[in-house]
């Protein structure tokens, strides 16, 4: 069954701390993505990443780095945490083209900025 | 640019009573629409989908969806909720291709409750 990881499932940082939020998937997809979920906003964008070695910016891109170093594993990087960015982290999975599209996402990661 | 409006942040209904989720999305060419539930502290679950054809789309655990072009909506229905369906459900768009620029847009979400 596909699967889609994420580490931690929780954490509290510091602002102006460095957060790396970790997602690996079993799925042989090439396409990965990271959203965050805010009550009231649902599911935006942040980055994502159709290849190993390269990322692309979603809509919200800013304070955010992203990192894809194999296949599997990509990874979200606030270098300096802020208050603002308090919300729940998801990654997911896809695999390329035909009539799939469809995401597999991780349990979400829960992350307190204080 | 595309998007998705669900008018709706919180539905309530009693069990075993009939349910339409409203959806309506914004995109200028034949958008793949789909459906995705969240239960407590679980990520998202793919429901069901449309691409083509029929537009009511049959889904899991009963669920059901038509899509109508006319009124840029896709609404969710069930014929008779449980109590495991309290949930948050999201609409999303997508444009009908799958290549790198490949984009879902998500609605902000309708928080379904189901009472006894």
């Known amino acids: 069954e596909a699967a889609v990881t994420q580490s931690p499932r929780s954490k509290v940082a510091v602002t102006g701390g460095k957060v790396t939020l970790s997602c690996h998937q079993t799925?042989?997809?090439?396409?990965m993505y990271w959203y965050r979920q805010d009550t009231g906003h649902g599911l935006r964008l942040i980055h994502y990443?159709?290849?190993?070695?390269?990322?692309e910016k979603g809509d919200i891109p800013d304070g955010y780095k992203a990192s894809r170093p194999s296949q599997e594993n990509f990874s979200l990087i606030l270098e300096l945490a802020s208050l603002s960015q308090t919300a729940v982290y998801f990654c997911?999975?896809?695999?390329?083209?035909?009539?799939?599209?469809?995401?597999?996402f991780g349990a979400g990661t829960r992350l307190s900025v204080l | 640019a595309q998007s998705v409006t669900q008018p709706d942040a919180r539905v309530t209904v009693s069990e075993g009573a009939s349910l339409q989720l409203r959806c309506k999305y914004s995109?200028?060419?034949?958008?793949?629409l789909f459906w995705y539930v969240q239960y407590p502290r679980q990520g998202l679950q793919l429901l069901l989908k449309?691409?083509?054809?029929?537009?009511v789309v049959q889904g899991v655990n009963g669920f059901e969806a038509e899509f109508i072009k006319s009124n840029s909506s896709f609404h969710l229905r069930k014929a008779s909720v449980h109590w495991s369906d309290s949930a948050v459900y999201f609409c999303?768009?997508?444009?009908?291709?799958?290549?790198?620029?490949?984009?879902?847009?998500f609605g902000k979400g309708t928080l379904l409750t189901v009472t006894p």
């Open positions: 995109y200028s060419g034949t958008p793949y």
């Open positions: 799925n042989n997809h090439d396409y």
């Open positions: 990443s159709y290849v190993a070695d390269s990322t």
């Open positions: 999303a768009v997508s444009q009908n291709s799958g290549g790198s620029n490949y984009k879902l847009t």
């Open positions: 997911a999975s896809r695999d390329w083209g035909g009539s799939q599209n469809t995401l597999y």
């Open positions: 449309y691409y083509s054809g029929d537009p």
